[in-house]
């Protein structure tokens, strides 16, 4: 199940930063990679729970964050959603700090914006040593700050 779930997270990240590198975006491989990720999520989605804290995090990371990706809905979108959320409770409090707590936080954090989550991610992020941060941990602490400071990205706000 791990190769799967890592073949969905990349192909959600993958979706989520479909020509952020100023590259054209081609309507077919949008449309291709969109059902992908979503299938393969909803796939996942009925997988049974990971055997370990660290297996139910990334299965769960990875199906939220793909869902998020796509803009497919089939009616039950947000029921799975809340669904994960409620998993994520569960197994948050179980993983030791590290990269993979943070994201979960921030992934949750941005399903629900609950300061408790952004701030127990910057508790982590704050034993990172800045000098030597890999490109992982840089990405993720420009995704919780892009979320903190754009907490309604499609809305206006006066």
């Known amino acids: 199940m791990n190769d799967h779930v890592s073949s969905l997270y990349a192909l959600a990240h993958e979706l989520l930063n479909l020509g952020m590198d100023g590259s054209p975006i081609y309507s077919d491989h949008f449309a291709r990679l969109n059902r ?7 796939n996942l989605y009925n997988a049974p729970e990971g055997n370990t804290p660290e297996e139910e995090a990334e299965l769960c990371l990875s199906i939220l964050l793909a869902l998020n990706a796509t803009f497919y809905d089939n009616g039950r979108k947000q029921q799975f959603i ?10 948050l409090d179980k993983l030791p700090a590290s990269l993979l707590k943070v994201r979960l936080l921030t992934c949750c954090y941005g399903e629900v914006y609950d300061e408790k989550l952004a701030s127990e991610a910057h508790s982590i992020i704050g ?32």
Not at 36 to 42: G, H, K, N, T
Not at 82 to 91: A, I
Not at 138 to 151: D, V
């Open 36 to 42: 992908e990720v979503y299938e393969q999520a909803l």
């Open 82 to 91: 809340q669904h994960l959320l409620d998993r994520c409770w569960n197994v």
């Open 127 to 158: 034993t990172w040593d800045a000098s030597s941060l890999t490109p992982e941990q840089t990405e993720i602490i420009g995704e919780l700050k892009n979320m903190e400071e754009n907490q309604y990205p499609f809305e206006i706000v006066d």
